[in-house]
């Protein structure tokens, strides 16, 4: 009797925040969300061992397949853009595959659903969706590369470079921009692809230009003058032994940072912007340096690095995990607080993946979601699992084997967590999860005293009863989130649970009405 009262007292906590409910276990592949214009909300996975994409609705339930009738015994296969409006204005859906068949050639194609081949040819497809804009294609052409108009896919213009960048400025619009590295150069174009600007872009001439760059007009300062931030390395096969950045304006270099690599403007709704770079690029220990804007100077440097967040509640912060702990800071980079880490012993963490004061509570603390996984002797992953945590600790779930969850915030649409599973420490990931926050603080939940469970601890038979209405689905979940079993009919009086492990238990009651009451179930034989 002791250990169910305790058990009862730890509940508490369970039900006062929300859980994450196991919708749909995806068996084929990994899923990816997505809110197609004018057909809603659908997710879609790759089928690689048959060649197919398939498609799935917001219920979970099959929606399409599209066959993509590759070349016998193609590797490689890629699922680029997936869209309803990007490449024609019909209302099926397009995608853009690419694959190496069994002479190692390579084949791009843009496919409409019913197989149609719209594009087909033997390059990368990069489809272009920069905000604000109409969507473009460009395609690699030897050492150039080729803009195509969507839709209707029309050759507007061949660039002399395979590094082409498409920015929407802020006073200026559409531009097209690549770095020239004879010529130590910025190149910049018009929409119309005629030329705008050539800017000098200093780097020694044993160096290439990176991959990173930002292009901007206002966010670096407000003077009249376009500022670029770009990266340059020095390659020697097959390692990168030096990378650098700088940011210039038109007339001058602002700043040179040595030993770094990819950098980005740290944007958030209602507070200034920061200048973020990783250091120590070429080396396995790295940090994060913070700049603040427009006079780029540094103000903090966090090594292994740094996460900024505005928290419903509590505002600005930054984090990490640092050791065994989640630390978080203010705005200023003071300490704000430490949260340890209730780690599974054997387990070493991995990272935080998630974190909100009000996604999962209704109160000023922090709630977090950390990923961990166990090795062997010969330093081979095992296993993994991840944690729903509060900030005092209690681990409200634990998902095992879940490689990743991720959070999937769509305009629109409910949020939902996607986790990724690696069952045994095993690559590729094969499966995956889809889950709903589901709270009883929702305003279609029963009230609490109109809901009856009983017995309640259960050994054979649990009664069932929501005051003046039917109960048409009681179903049954493990402390994970994993549904396990339940009952759907016209008018549930109880569920048979003689055949469940003993244990702790949430039952999930809807009446006919719609309405909604969760109920922890203890079963006890």
């Known amino acids: ?13 369970f039900l006062a925040n929300a859980q994450l409910i196991e919708e749909h276990l995806y068996e084929e592949g990994v899923v990816t969300r997505v809110n197609f214009p004018g057909i809603g909300e659908k997710y879609y996975l790759i089928d690689s061992n048959n060649g197919r994409v398939k498609f799935f609705n917001a219920d979970h339930s ?40 069994a002479d190692f050639t390579y084949v791009s194609q843009v496919l409409a659903a019913d197989g149609t081949v719209l594009y087909s040819g033997n390059f990368t497809i990069n489809v272009d969706q920069t905000d604000g804009l109409a969507p ?20 507007e213009h061949t660039y002399p470079s ?17 770095f020239d590295n004879n010529t130590s150069t910025a190149n910049l174009f018009n929409a119309d692809h005629t030329p705008w600007k050539t800017i000098n872009c200093p780097k020694p001439d044993n160096f290439e230009y990176g991959t990173y760059y930002l292009v901007s007009e206002t966010k670096f300062n407000a003077d009249p003058q376009l500022e670029i931030a770009y990266s340059y390395l020095l390659y020697e096969a097959p390692v990168v032994v030096e990378q650098n950045s700088r940011v210039v304006n038109e007339s001058s270099t602002l700043i040179t940072i040595p030993n770094s690599g990819s950098f980005w403007f740290s944007m ?25 804007l427009p006079d780029l100077t540094p103000e903090i440097t966090f090594t292994p690095g740094i996460q900024r967040v505005a928290l419903a509640l ?4 930054y984090f990490r995990m640092n050791g065994n702990f989640l630390t978080i800071y203010n705005s200023d980079y003071s300490f704000w607080k430490d949260i340890a880490l209730p780690i599974t012993e054997g387990f070493s963490p991995t990272g935080i993946t998630f974190i909100s004061e009000t996604t999962f509570n209704n109160s000023p603390q922090v709630d977090f979601i950390f990923g961990s996984k166990k090795f062997i002797d ?39 967590f996607i986790g990724e599973i690696s069952e045994s420490g095993i690559f590729p990931i094969s499966r995956s999860s889809v889950y709903s926050i589901q709270s009883q603080l929702a305003t279609d939940f029963i009230n609490a005293d109109e809901c009856s469970v009983y017995p309640n601890p259960a050994s054979s038979f649990v009664n069932l009863e929501i005051k003046g209405n039917a109960i048409t689905d009681a179903s049954i979940f493990d402390l994970s989130g994993k549904s396990i079993g339940g009952v759907k009919a016209a008018n549930i009086k109880g569920v048979d649970v003689s055949a469940y492990l003993s244990g702790v238990y949430f039952i999930h009651l809807t009446d006919a009405d719609g309405n909604k009451s969760v109920k922890k179930l203890i079963i006890s034989h």
């Open 314 to 317: 509590s505002g600005e912060k």
């Open 136 to 155: 473009k294609m460009f395609m690699p052409y030897g050492d150039s590369e080729q803009v195509y108009s969507l839709p209707g896919f029309n050759l």
């Open 268 to 292: 958030l709704q209602g507070y200034e912007t920061k200048f973020e770079v990783l250091n120590n690029f070429t080396s396995s220990t790295y940090s994060t340096t913070i700049y603040s």
């Open 62 to 101: 099959d929606w399409m397949t599209i066959e993509l009738n590759l070349a016998p015994g193609f590797q490689y296969l890629q699922i680029g853009n997936v869209s309803s409006d990007v490449f024609n204005s019909d209302s099926q859906i397009e995608i853009t595959v690419e694959y190496l068949t």
């Open 162 to 178: 395979k590094q082409l960048h498409r920015i929407n400025l802020e006073n200026s619009g559409e531009k097209y921009v690549y």
């Open 1 to 13: 009797m002791k250990k169910i009262t305790l058990i009862v007292l730890l509940l508490f906590g």
């Open 378 to 416: 010969n330093g081979a992953v095992i296993a993994y699992e991840s944690k729903l945590v509060t900030e005092g600790g209690t681990v409200l779930q634990t998902f095992p084997d879940l490689y990743y969850l991720k959070f999937s915030h769509i305009e629109g649409l409910e949020d939902k």
